[in-house]
């Protein structure tokens, strides 16, 4: 290596006589740093999104390779969040892809100690039973005199305001074809 | 604002830079505190007290801009004279029955219209949280009203609102709220100097305000404010309310809430709604002015979307399948149900009351007393665990042997995982792309409902019981697609859009809506989002290619307008008020409105225009009539009908205090909601003895990097390590007086449960000077449980449950207890340090007084 050269590659040196006088961009750079390659250039795709975390409506970028989500950040298109995420919604990929993440379906039998594990389809059939079995147990077609009541108060729900409007829409309009009113979310609270 | 919507303070801080003054209200010192220009500590729950300061401070020195009180707010609207102010009757209104603890509100009407109040059932009101329905829209009120332009008769709105507000004076803010007069003056000042033609002044709020048993008047106080200096309606101006999830305003539009549907329709109640038309006129109000008039078709586009062919004219588009309410039905009339053991089966979408919810273990006691619950969340959250994690589980109140609860854990998608639309603070709705499927049994809500729904309606096939039609007929034909059969999100947004029924042509505005059944409307304020075909919130021009307003970047309802009521951007005349706050004005070449958003008035109707005598719905608004969705067409300082607690805000203490009310002898809320049921309990307030028991003042909010109730953040490594552990914050003068070490341990007391914190020892927080006695105040962080990387104990443990009469929102932003230095003990010891301070209260169960004016006491003594 020339003595130019090692001038020429030490970083005061490239901050005073380039073009990043505040030496935080180029001048900055090492070698290894300058080889390396975004997360979000190599990406096989990007989803854009919005941030799930309070009701600002952050702009998100999502990139996944290789089935996996490799990065979130910020929509520098966004007129709302101009690029920007709070500590939160920057940990969104840490949110999608934690350890903790419970990704089967659990069950707890009646005067259980543990839980067991329960196939996804078996669930569902078990919960439709339930649910039509405590709505014929509760129901309620007219009051004492009479009156329509057409509803069950055996069945409750409580959620929402994290879920998309098309969700809503649709627990919503199956709870109230069922007759069950008590449906609340977070908007109570 | 910079805690818990961080993103969103950008834009404060960009005003600040362009010469704005940015004050912040709260009772702890926070990092919004540290970048506004002033700071002003307040004791919690005292906001009314404040704001009414400065509405008096308003009136007292005529700062109010007049030209646009008087075109666009009920202040010259004269009053019945049968109404009696909270002056005269020591914090009560005229028109209280003691035996319900509810008004009658016909004395608080407008002259002439006293008839208007009708039969109306106030306690009724209450239990159905009948005030929630008036998001979008004002309460009914006849059109025409007597006035006095010069604001001079006695019983005009601004006269009793200058009397009621006349004891709201600076010492009496600086004795209520242990605000400083001086500083309260610099507020005062700066808010009316940003007032008038050429400024304008915004004011933001959060839970702060609505978790409050006189909730809804906190922000009732904020918008006379906002009516009286022009604020409201214009460009930097409004009440801005910051959501805290990112799909709360849509869950409220789309209501998963008990007493309403789609769209600010009530949900039927048994003895007021009986036929469909019964239903849609107690929306429509025959005979007020107004865009509810077309409420008939906006009901009958619903049930349509609902139940499809079966929906027909002959049958009130099957009205009769809808459920009915007979009274509350809200969570926590419920969870006190479960306890009681009446509720069967209870759904949790991502949602962990255990640790979110009020009064953690009567939640959790009610959660072990179901046959089943389901789960659905990301994470394994308390209100999954209580069974076998619990304080209770600790205590031995539930035994996991003994608790006969079934729990169905279903994992939920990520929102990267489903494609589907949130609606964020300011009604704008954004539609997410979806980046991957969900892994292995994760599903959407979408997917669950969808597909739940499918299999009840194959297992209900066979059934002729009568009320399995409403299922049988229900439209549930969504389109799916891939691997996982999920549902299209796109083909629901369309439904809730709304189209028409024989070509299926998706509807571009609720103007459309016909009440013949040729129109389906699965929510009515949503039409536009799927304009021509086009998903309008999935629109991304980036901001830089627009203008400010950046009209193509989502969709906000109604119509994609932006600022509401908007037609007060400009003067009574259509001319803006100044070239500074240009928005929205009235072209007079042209004959229409026009300006940057799309304007909240009919595009050809001229300022001048006056309505025929007798002339209703949008047909009777004037020309300056700039608050389309109020029967009167004005802003309303005064509320003469609707609100639970009273035509104008009035202090007073929350349910549980270690002071008198300053301003009146009615201590609390007077139509504040209370359960009498032996989980519940309020901590005894003067004028009760023994509110010593539990001096000090605790109050709770977020922290950056935590979410709510914890489940989106302590699971999350990231976020877990940024803030590690439950904590309190208390002044240095209260760790002096209790002996309380920074970092050591201490724990909190209520009538309900004993926590433990981490002690932060923080100038952040301010004793409060009183009246000569010192209020200490402390803060915590309500993230913690039991579950995840990081846990500590639930601070919503501490609050019982007292409820808002007007939305049934619980007071869990102020509470009193006891501070202790150590940890707390454990076992069936914690049950005897709480049951020790109870009997020390006098906690024996039974409500509290509700009425402790002078008169009452002398009725009493």
């Known amino acids: ?46 989803a854009r999104s919005v941030c799930p975390y309070c009701a600002v409506g952050c702009g998100q970028r999502v990139f996944v390779k290789d089935g996996q989500v490799t990065q979130i950040e910020g929509d520098p298109d ?86 998309d409007n098309e969700e809503n829409y649709i627990i919503k309009k199956l709870f109230t074809a069922l007759g069950a009113l008590q449906i609340e979310n977070q908007a109570r609270i | 604002m910079a805690e818990a919507h961080p993103v969103g303070f950008q834009w404060v801080m960009e005003a600040k830079r362009r010469g704005a003054k940015v004050f912040h209200v709260d009772p702890r010192f926070t990092r919004t505190s540290a970048l506004a220009d ?17 509405v008096r401070y308003i009136l007292e020195n005529e700062l109010d801009f007049r030209e646009y ?24 209104f005229s028109g209280y029955d003691p035996k319900t603890f509810t008004y009658g509100q016909r004395s608080w009407q407008y002259a002439g219209h006293e008839e208007n109040s009708g039969d109306r059932n106030t306690h009724k009101e209450r239990e159905t949280a009948a005030g929630l329905r008036h998001e979008s829209h ?89 009516l009286l200096l022009g604020n409201l309606g214009r460009p930097g101006g409004g009440v801005l309310a910051l959501r805290g999830h990112a799909s709360i305003q849509g869950s409220t539009d789309i209501p998963t809430l008990f007493n309403l549907l789609p769209g600010y329709l009530p949900m039927p109640h048994y003895t007021d709604h009986t036929t469909f038309t019964d239903w849609v006129d107690s929306i429509r109000h025959p005979g007020q002015k107004g865009f509810w008039d077309d409420a008939r078709a906006f009901g009958a586009s619903l049930l349509k979307a609902y139940w499809g062919d079966a929906a027909t004219p002959e049958n009130d588009f099957c009205y009769g399948y809808l459920p009915r309410m007979t009274g509350d039905h809200g969570t926590y009339q419920t969870v006190l149900n479960m306890i009681d ?29 179901l046959d089943w619950l389901v789960v659905r969340d990301l994470f394994m959250i308390e209100s999954a665990t209580f069974w076998k994690n619990s304080p209770e589980v600790e205590t031995g109140e539930i035994v996991p042997e003994e608790c006969r609860t079934e729990v169905f854990f279903l994992p939920a998608a990520s929102h990267v995982e489903k494609e589907g639309t949130f609606t964020q603070t300011q009604r704008l709705l954004q539609w997410r792309e979806k980046a991957l499927d969900p892994p292995a049994d994760a599903r959407s809500e979408l997917w669950f409902f969808f597909h739940l729904g499918r299999i009840i309606r194959e297992k209900l096939a066979a059934s002729d019981q009568p009320r399995d039609r409403a299922v049988h007929d229900l439209t549930w034909d969504y389109p799916t697609h891939g691997d996982l059969v999920e549902p299209s999100a ?105 300006g940057y958003d799309v304007p909240d008035f009919e595009k050809k109707k001229p300022p001048t225009y006056q309505p025929p005598e007798g002339a209703t719905g949008v047909e009777g608004l004037a020309g300056d009539d700039a608050f389309i969705m109020q029967g009167d067409g004005k802003g309303w300082l005064y509320v003469p009908t609707g609100l639970q607690d009273g035509p104008m805000p009035t202090h007073y203490e929350p349910a549980e205090s270690p002071i008198r009310n300053p301003l009146y002898g009615q201590q609390a809320n007077p139509t504040r909601k209370v359960y009498d049921n032996p989980v519940n309990s309020v901590n005894p307030s003067p004028p009760q003895a023994h509110s010593d028991v539990y001096p000090y003042v605790f109050t709770v909010s977020r922290l950056t990097e935590h979410h709510t109730a914890g489940g989106m953040s302590r699971m999350v490594p990231r976020l877990a390590e940024l803030q590690p552990a439950m904590f309190v914050e208390v002044s240095p003068e209260l760790a002096g007086e209790l002996g309380l070490a920074h970092l050591g341990w201490a724990h909190l007391v209520s009538g309900r449960a004993a926590i433990e914190a981490r002690v932060l020892v923080t100038d952040r927080l301010t004793p409060l000077r009183l009246d000569g006695r010192v209020i200490h105040q402390v803060w915590l962080p309500y993230h913690f449980g039991r579950e995840g990387i990081v846990t500590g104990d639930s601070v919503n443990d501490l609050f019982g449950i007292t409820l808002d009469p007007n939305v049934l929102i619980q007071e869990s932003k102020v509470g009193t207890c006891d501070i202790r230095p150590g940890r707390r003990p454990t076992g069936p010891a914690l049950l005897e340090l709480v049951g020790d301070y109870r009997r020390r209260a006098g906690l024996a169960g039974g409500r509290p007084p509700i009425v402790t004016t002078e008169a009452s006491e002398r009725e009493v003594g």
């Open chain 2, 138 to 226: 004002g309460m009914p009120v006849g059109g025409q009203v007597q006035r006095d332009e010069t604001l001079q008769h006695p019983r005009c709105v601004y006269q009793l609102l200058k009397r009621h507000f006349s004891r709201y004076t600076p010492e009496m803010v600086e004795r209520t709220c242990g605000i400083p007069q001086a500083k309260f003056l610099q507020l005062a000042r700066a808010w009316t100097e940003n007032s008038g033609r050429e400024r304008t002044g915004v004011l933001i709020y959060s839970v702060g305000w609505t978790q409050h048993s006189v909730g809804v008047q906190y922000i009732r106080t904020g918008a006379i404010i906002q």
């Open chain 1, 78 to 163: 966004s007129p709302i969040s101009r690029g920007r995420l709070c500590p939160k919604g920057s940990a969104s990929k840490n949110l999608v892809t934690s350890p903790l993440r419970q990704t089967t379906v659990r069950y707890r039998r009646p005067y259980a100690t543990e839980w067991e594990d329960l196939d996804l389809d078996t669930a569902m059939d078990m919960i439709a039973d339930r649910v039509i079995a405590a709505r014929d147990a509760t129901w309620e077609d007219t009051d004492e005199q009479g009156r329509t009541l057409n509803r069950t108060l055996g069945i409750a729900s409580l959620g929402g305001a994290t879920l």
């Open chain 2, 341 to 369: 053991g009446k509720v069967k089966g209870y759904f949790l979408l991502g949602q962990n009351p255990a640790v979110g919810s009020a009064h953690g273990k009567a939640q959790r006691l009610g959660m072990a007393n």
């Open chain 2, 69 to 92: 009180v008087l075109a666009y707010t009920n202040a010259a609207t004269i009053v019945s004279d049968e109404f009696v102010d909270t002056e005269d009757l020591d914090g009560l």
């Open chain 2, 490 to 594: 796109e083909a629901v947004l369309r439904e809730i859009n709304g189209y028409e029924v024989a070509t299926g042509r998706p509807l571009s505005a609720f103007t459309e809506a016909k009440d013949d059944g040729s129109t389906a409307i699965g929510c009515w304020i949503y039409t536009g989002v799927y304009a021509d075909g086009v998903n309008q919130a999935a629109r991304r021009k980036p901001g830089r290619d627009q203008d400010w307003v950046a009209a193509e970047w989502g969709w906000a309802w109604p119509a994609n307008r932006r600022i509401l009521y908007n037609r007060a951007s400009a003067d009574p005349d259509g001319r803006p008020w100044s070239e500074r706050k240009k928005y929205v004005w009235w072209d007079a070449d042209r004959g229409e409105w026009t």
């Open chain 2, 38 to 54: 002033t700071y002003l500590p307040i004791r919690a729950g005292t906001d009314i007290a404040l704001l009414g300061g400065i």
């Open chain 1, 1 to 46: 290596m020339g003595l130019k050269t090692f001038i020429a590659g030490w970083p005061v040196y490239r901050q005073l006589t380039g073009t990043d006088p505040l030496g935080r961009g180029a001048a900055a750079q090492s070698a290894r740093s300058a080889a390396l390659t975004a997360r979000t250039e190599t990406a096989d795709s990007m």
